[in-house]
Nanobody, 124 residues
Framework: QVQLVESGGGLVQAGGSLRLSCTAS????????MGWFRQAPGKEREFVAR????????YYADSVKGRFTISRDNAKNTVYLQMNSLKPEDTALYYC?????????????????WGQGTQVTVSS
């Protein structure tokens, strides 16, 4: 079972930037889509962004489109989430996930491995 470890979270002021990283324990993950989700207190886990395997087509939630960028470095078994123009409503625990498929989805059920999460807090 692949292990995923996120890093890069922290406290930032509104309008600032953060880059999250997610490193997989095996190279298996490069053959699958990867995704980022987030969960705020009292809310359900929600889709943020995904990137397919290979050429890496991407897809974003409307709430982050134009502000966040997902990318992957297969040589390093790592997926990134560059977050710009952060807003207080982006505050959440951010999770990296490995899809069970080469083409990712926006559904939690489409992912079979999850990291522990990294906290992002945006102050106003």
């Amino acid at each position: 079972q692949v292990q995923l470890v996120e890093s890069g979270g922290g406290l930032v002021q509104a309008g600032g930037s953060l880059r999250l990283s997610c490193t997989a324990s095996t190279r298996t993950s490069i053959s699958y889509a990867m995704g980022w989700f987030r969960q705020a207190p009292g809310k359900e886990r929600e889709f943020v962004a995904r990137i397919n395997w290979g050429a890496g087509a991407t897809y974003y939630a409307d709430s982050v489109k134009g502000r966040f960028t997902i990318s992957r470095d297969n040589a390093k078994n790592t997926v990134y989430l560059q977050m710009n123009s952060l807003k207080p409503e982006d505050t959440a625990l951010y999770y990296c996930a490995k899809s069970a498929f080469r083409i990712g989805s926006q559904s939690v059920s489409g992912y079979d491995a999850w990291g522990q999460g990294t906290q992002v807090t945006v102050s106003s």
